[in-house]
T-cell receptor
Framework: SQQGEEDPQALSIQEGENATMNCSYK?????LQWYRQNSGRGLVHLIL?????REKHSGRLRVTLDTSKKSSSLLITASRAADTASYFC?????????????FGQGTILTVHP | ETGVTQTPRHLVMGMTNKKSLKCEQH?????MYWYKQSAKKPLELMFV???????ENNSVPSRFSPECPNSSHLFLHLHTLQPEDSALYLC????????????FGPGTRLTVT
C-alpha cells in the first residue's frame, strides 16, 4: 500500500450522521494533514496534526494520530450535504523533505439530505 | 478563494503544441508547488520551489518544464505531451516553514489529443 492510504474508499451517509475516515502511512512523519476536494476543484486544507500530538479539533472536525500504528482518523460530526467531497490525508516527512507532501488516494464522502 | 489563481482553467492541446500553465499566489508565501492529479491515482508532487529555487523534481519527464521568476509566480511549460499527460494540474503555495499547510489553486484541466 502507498504512503497516506485512506479507507474506506467511499462512504455514504445521511445528513446528521457522523463520518469517520482512516489513513495509514508507512514512514515516520513530521506532520499529517487532511484536505478536502470538491469535484474537479482545488484542495482545501482542513487540519494539520504534528507527530507529537494525539488529537486535534476544529469545529466539527476531530483528527487523531497514532504514530505507533502509523495511522490517523478524521471524524466529521453532524454531517451536512455540503460536506460531500473527497477527503485526502497527506504526510510530511520533515527534515529535508518538509513541505513535500505525499497524498493518499482519498475517501469519497457522500452525505444525503 | 484561497489566494492562489491558475490560468487557464481548461486547456486542450495536441501532442505537437507548446503551451504554458500559469499560477499566481497573493499570500506572500515563499514556496510554490506543481501537482498532477490523474483519475484513480494519488495526487503526485511534480516540482517544488522555495524562494524561487527549485528544490524538488520528482522524476518528471523533460516535456514538463517549470519556471519560477519570483516567489509569487510559477509556470509550467508544456511541449510534445502524450495523451497520458491529460490530468488536473494543481498549483499550491505555502509559507515554506516546517509546518506549512498548503493553499491550492483551482487547477487547470488539461486534455492532450
Amino acid at each position: 500500500s502507498q504512503q497516506g492510504e485512506e479507507d474506506p474508499q467511499a462512504l455514504s451517509i445521511q445528513e446528521g450522521e457522523n463520518a469517520t475516515m482512516n489513513c495509514s502511512y508507512k514512514t515516520s512523519i513530521n506532520n499529517l494533514q487532511w484536505y478536502r476536494q470538491n469535484s474537479g476543484r482545488g484542495l482545501v486544507h482542513l487540519i494539520l496534526i504534528r507527530s507529537n500530538e494525539r488529537e486535534k479539533h476544529s469545529g466539527r472536525l476531530r483528527v487523531t494520530l497514532d504514530t505507533s500504528k502509523k495511522s490517523s482518523s478524521l471524524l466529521i460530526t453532524a454531517s451536512r450535504a455540503a460536506d460531500t467531497a473527497s477527503y485526502f490525508c497527506a504526510t510530511d516527512r520533515g527534515g529535508t523533505s518538509y513541505g513535500k507532501l505525499t497524498f493518499g488516494q482519498g475517501t469519497i464522502l457522500t452525505v444525503h439530505p | 478563494e484561497t489566494g492562489v489563481t491558475q490560468t487557464p482553467r481548461h486547456l486542450v492541446m495536441g501532442m505537437t503544441n507548446k503551451k504554458s500553465l500559469k499560477c499566481e499566489q497573493h499570500l506572500g508565501h515563499n514556496a510554490m508547488y506543481w501537482y498532477k492529479q490523474s483519475a484513480k491515482k494519488p495526487l503526485e508532487l511534480m516540482f517544488v520551489y522555495n524562494f524561487k529555487e527549485q528544490t524538488e523534481n520528482n522524476s518528471v519527464p523533460s516535456r514538463f518544464s517549470p519556471e519560477c521568476p519570483n516567489s509569487s509566480h510559477l509556470f509550467l511549460h508544456l511541449h510534445t505531451l502524450q495523451p497520458e499527460d491529460s490530468a488536473l494540474y494543481l498549483c499550491a503555495s505555502s509559507l515554506g516553514d516546517r509546518d506549512g499547510e498548503q493553499y491550492f489553486g483551482p487547477g487547470t484541466r488539461l486534455t492532450v489529443t
